[in-house]
């Protein structure tokens, strides 16, 4: 067998092995030394292949399929600082557990450590931030190696796709000739049932005695909270609901948890909990005495203060299989369970006997948040009141993707109860503002529409992104917040302490007109100055198709003041209702 097909049979192989498990889409940057990948899977008519030339941004394109569609993609690179680029985007699918499949092409082996051009190490390039790495034998296609091909691909999608999900990397070092031969015969098995490697993985689960042992803890105390933070399993969000509604105690939902969407009962759901506990006098009110937290630590970063000033809480942390997921550093119990398993045991168990009145407590404190969060006395736009627009716009059964700093702060505040059913993502993992609109994007291929919310900052930064809505015509609309710089940094210490250089550092004003980006990338721009001229915007964009950008510009200072406002105002309201002094 001569090396032209040795490299053939090897390489289709392994590409049909990935779809035998599951494999759907793969992200192409292109390149020379990947050229047996790229071809090879461009020749494989049952995985879609994505092109993206940035690196950086097709990574973090990949991810945006993995968020959205729940299963693994793969990305192929060539050899040298293109496998870098994967970096910050594999970072961010280890902390968020994403799977991804990173094939790597290098040069061979006789090529590494001899200053060859376009090599570098790349053995253990991503280091902890994959769960396994492999380096593949060259190619020398003998009947055993047809099976070790196979068997790594298998073990590939297997080892990203179980929990804790994250990437695996696959380094391919290749020989010169390049370009398969794709007319030899018998490449592909599609028509196999199995894949090389079947994985069964039952869900872990506390026994009778364990939970008893659980539920007699819980009915010592009076006061609980179950929170749900980002977390993506429907199954376990049902029965996170069933119990808080059987205990009858307040769920504090994270707006990346899924459970402030959709038709399911909200009645115990406390949205506004995060404008609730801005205010240390408002945090005092309510003194809890456990908490049970499924899912990743919330977004609301008052929720996290709240948990640290009250060391008293005793703590449960649900990981669905290990992990230890606890910022706070207080002494807590970490439960390894699957989360709908670990509800439905605790259910079964008697209702404990609970201080009824504070579900009651945190249902007026909701209600009270939200009438003022709700109240909008201006036509001047303020960015709080343009997520309740988007809210109420948004068409049903659609995604919305959201930036990092204060784009998803003000999700977690003004992002209401609602009976549509919107899935909402964000890189929550490592909370970058690098590639958000690559990762929306990436959302993009598998829903008709996405509703991207970000900062100027985060759009600047990833504009690389935008070539995909042009290239393969996807629908989004970017909600584009421009207060000329870093927004949140102008809620930190730093802004309020007259420090020396802040703008240069820290408000970063840049000055640019956007509508040339959108322009470059053949999209539809306005920047409306209104609230009316808003809406229009916004409703004409769900009629357009691919890329509209809505650019909104704010002020950075005035922003600050218009939170402060709210949130001292709600302090107030909250303070008025409720008697300190019978807090204990």
């Known amino acids: 067998m001569n090396h032209t097909e040795s490299l053939t049979r090897y390489v289709t192989r392994f590409v049909d092995e990935l779809y035998q498990n599951g494999l759907r889409d793969v992200v192409i940057s292109p390149g020379s030394r990947s050229t047996p990948l790229a071809l090879s899977f461009a020749a494989f008519p049952s995985i879609k292949h994505w092109v993206n030339m940035d690196e950086r941004s097709a990574a973090f394109f990949a991810l945006g399929i993995a968020k959205q569609t729940k299963r693994p993609v793969a990305l192929v690179c060539t050899s040298g600082t ?20 990173v094939l790597t092409a290098d040069r061979p082996h006789e090529l590494r450590d001899v200053g060859a051009p376009q090599a570098i190490n790349q053995i253990h390039l991503y280091g902890d931030y994959v769960k396994w790495f492999h380096d593949m034998s060259l190619p020398e296609l003998t009947d055993q190696q047809g099976t070790y091909v196979r068997g790594k691909a298998s073990a590939a999608y297997k080892t990203a796709n179980t929990a804790n999900r994250a990437a695996v990397q696959v380094n391919f070092p290749f020989r010169e000739p390049l370009v398969p031969d794709f007319t030899l015969e018998n490449l592909w098995c599609a028509d196999k049932d199995t894949p090389h490697l079947e994985v069964n993985q039952g869900k872990k689960q506390l026994s009778k005695e364990q939970l008893t042992a ?6 010592t105390m009076q006061k609980g909270i179950i929170v749900c933070g980002p977390m993506e399993d429907q ?3 049902k029965e996170i609901i069933a119990l808080a509604n059987a205990w009858q105690l307040p769920l504090f939902a994270d707006p990346l948890s899924q459970l402030r969407s959709g038709d399911c009962d909200k009645s115990n759901v406390i949205e506004s909990y995060d404008a609730i506990l801005k205010h240390k006098q408002t945090r005092d009110l309510f003194k809890p005495d456990f908490v049970i937290r499924f899912g990743a630590q919330p977004v609301s970063k008052p929720y996290t203060l709240w948990v640290k000033e009250n060391t008293q809480i005793v703590h449960y942390v649900v990981e669905e299989a290990e992990g230890y997921r606890e910022p706070i550093g207080h002494q807590s119990t970490v439960i390894y369970a699957d989360p709908q398993l670990f509800c439905e045991g605790l259910v079964t ?3 404990p006997h609970f201080d009824q009145q504070w579900l009651k407590d945190w249902q007026k404190g909701n209600s009270i948040a939200k009438e003022v969060l709700q109240k909008n006395t201006t036509q001047v736009v303020t960015e709080g009141h343009v997520v309740q627009f988007i809210e109420k716009i948004i ?8 930036g990092n700093s204060m784009a998803i702060r003000d999700v977690d505040t003004f ?7 919107i899935r909402i993502l964000a890189n929550r993992g490592a909370n970058g503002i690098d590639g958000v609109t690559s990762s929306a994007l990436g959302a993009a291929t598998a829903v008709d529409r996405v509703t991207l919310l970000l900062g100027d900052l985060s759009f600047f930064h990833d504009q690389n992104g935008l070539f995909m809505t042009k290239h393969y015509s996807l629908n ?11 927004g949140i940094f102008s809620f930190l210490p730093q802004a309020k302490q007259e420090v020396e250089h802040y703008e240069e550092l820290f408000g970063t004003p840049m000055d640019l007109d956007f509508s040339h980006v959108v322009t470059l990338y053949q999209g539809q721009y306005s920047s409306p100055a209104d609230w009316h001229a808003f809406q229009t915007a916004l409703e004409k964009s769900y009629q357009t198709e691919g890329l509209s950008v809505i650019e909104l510009k704010t002020n950075r200072i005035d922003n600050v003041a218009w939170h402060e406002e709210k949130w001292q105002t709600i302090a107030r309201h909250l303070e008025g209702e409720y008697d300190v002094s019978n807090r204990k």
């Not at 659980?214 to 009915?219: A, D, E, K, R, Y």
């Not at 068409?395 to 959201?402: E, G, L, M």
């Not at 992002?415 to 059913?421: A, H, M, S």
Request: hydrophobic share 45%.
């Open 82 to 101: 293109a496998a870098a680029n994967y970096y910050p985007a594999i970072i961010e699918a280890f902390y968020s557990r994403v799977p991804l499949l």
């Open 214 to 219: 659980l539920h007699n803890q819980f009915s």
């Open 235 to 237: 199954q376990a969000q």
């Open 349 to 351: 168990n008697p209702v």
């Open 395 to 402: 068409p049903d059964n659609s995604t919305f993707f959201v």
């Open 415 to 421: 992002w209401f109860n609602t009976d549509k059913q």
């Open 476 to 486: 989004i609309t970017i909600v584009l917040v421009n207060n000329n710089g870093g």
